[in-house]
């Protein structure tokens, strides 16, 4: 594997909460999270479906609970190995995946959709923070 896509070793990634990276899409930075699975590491790009500017990882960890990742925000849950919404307003949507492979103990990034930036947090201000109605109106 290439050295460069070396996001992170695979014991960096929590097993109750998210990894956060960087990559870029040509001009555009993204965040991802890695998640742990019992068979491997997944990745999702960084944000509910519901509100695209809500971030799963603020940068403290995803929030977990019987291997679901939460939204903060919105309560919503996602499968930790599919991305699937099982509950709250996005019930259905998908997060968007990113291709990773685990090698030699270490996790990189194989998605030809984006480069490897940097580990952590974009550096670009969290949206998600931002006062808005709630899905339930209040």
């Known amino acids: 594997m290439d050295e460069d896509s070396r996001i992170a070793a695979v014991s960096d990634v929590p097993e109750d909460g998210s990894f956060l990276f960087t990559v870029q899409d040509g001009f555009d930075t993204e965040e991802a999270i890695l998640v742990r ?3 491997g590491v997944v990745a999702f790009e960084n944000y509910c479906p519901h509100w695209t500017d809500v971030r799963l990882d603020k940068g403290s960890g995803a929030t977990m609970r019987d291997a679901e990742l939460i939204c903060e925000k919105h309560g919503a849950t996602f ?13 259905g949507a998908v ?18 959709r984006y480069e490897f930036e ?7 201000y969290d949206r998600s923070s931002r006062g808005r109605i709630g899905f339930s109106g209040q």
């Open 118 to 124: 940097q580990q952590g947090p974009s550096g670009e």
């Open 37 to 39: 699975l019992t068979d």
């Open 79 to 91: 499968e930790s190995d599919t991305g699937t919404c099982t509950f709250g307003p996005c019930e």
């Open 95 to 112: 997060l968007e995946e990113i291709a990773v492979a685990v090698d030699d103990g270490a996790v990189y990034l194989t998605d030809d």
